[in-house]
């Protein structure tokens, strides 16, 4: 299986910050990398397709690069709505998840 | 709009079976592939199974091969998720998930989830 490994494990950051979250995959996984925002007892909600493709109706503030084995989600200046759990996934091989990115309000 | 609602979930003892459904409507079910995936209490997310939407072609996890079945039925746009002999370990919330298309596992649209305790 192919290992994701998310950093930081958890964030502390305010409204208005920029926010970085790396995703690390155990092997070349070409741009088969997707992200997911999950709040407090609810399902994740879809966020960032194929490394960088926006899902639709999700804001311009959010974006995705890297390739291969080394990802990024970034988010240039934080919204209230934009706390909880960020997982990204692989869709390369059989599918898994990182261990998520829990980014709480400062 | 894309709607799943599962249900099924239940408190269950160790070895027995269970069997979810997803109700799946605002899409036409046969073109897309479906997902269960689930999450533990306080843990990620992880993929139980999956299968196409033109060919019944499946896969699952090596944690629940030979344990879980899941199938679709095209004629009531409905998922299901067969579990046999259940251990304590499979307790988790489980969503039905929706794939962007019939051939990336790449999750567009999520259910409430239906929680599936195994426990005695």
């Known amino acids: 299986d192919v290992q994701l490994t998310q950093s930081p494990s958890s964030l502390i950051a305010s409204v208005g910050d920029r926010v970085t979250i790396t995703c690390r995959a155990s092997?070349?996984?070409?741009?088969?990398l997707n992200w997911y925002q999950q709040n407090p007892g609810k399902a994740p909600k879809f966020v960032i397709y194929?490394?960088?493709n926006l899902e639709s109706g999700v804001p311009s503030r959010f974006s995705g690069s890297g390739s291969g084995t080394d990802f990024t989600l970034t988010i240039s200046s934080l919204e209230p709505e934009d706390f909880g759990t960020y997982y990204c996934q692989q869709s390369y091989t059989t599918p898994t998840f990182g261990q998520g990115t829990r980014l709480e309000i400062k | 709009e894309v709607q799943l609602v599962e249900s099924g979930g239940d408190l269950v003892q160790p070895g027995g079976s269970l069997r979810l459904a997803c109700a799946a409507s605002?899409?036409?079910?046969?073109?897309?592939?479906m997902s269960w995936v689930r999450q533990a209490p306080g843990s990620g997310l992880q993929f139980v199974a999956a299968?196409?939407?033109?060919?019944?072609?499946?896969e699952y996890a090596g944690s629940v091969q030979g344990r879980f079945t899941i199938s679709r039925d095209k004629s009531k746009d409905t998922l299901y998720l067969q579990m046999n002999s259940l251990r304590a370990e499979d307790t988790a919330v489980y969503y039905c998930t929706k794939q962007m298309d019939d051939s990336t596992s790449t999750y567009d649209s999520w259910g409430q989830g239906t929680l599936v305790t195994v426990s005695s």
């Open positions: 299968i196409k939407g033109y060919v019944d072609r499946t």
């Open positions: 092997q070349n996984i070409g741009i088969y």
């Open positions: 605002g899409f036409t079910f046969t073109n897309y592939g």
């Open positions: 194929r490394a960088s």
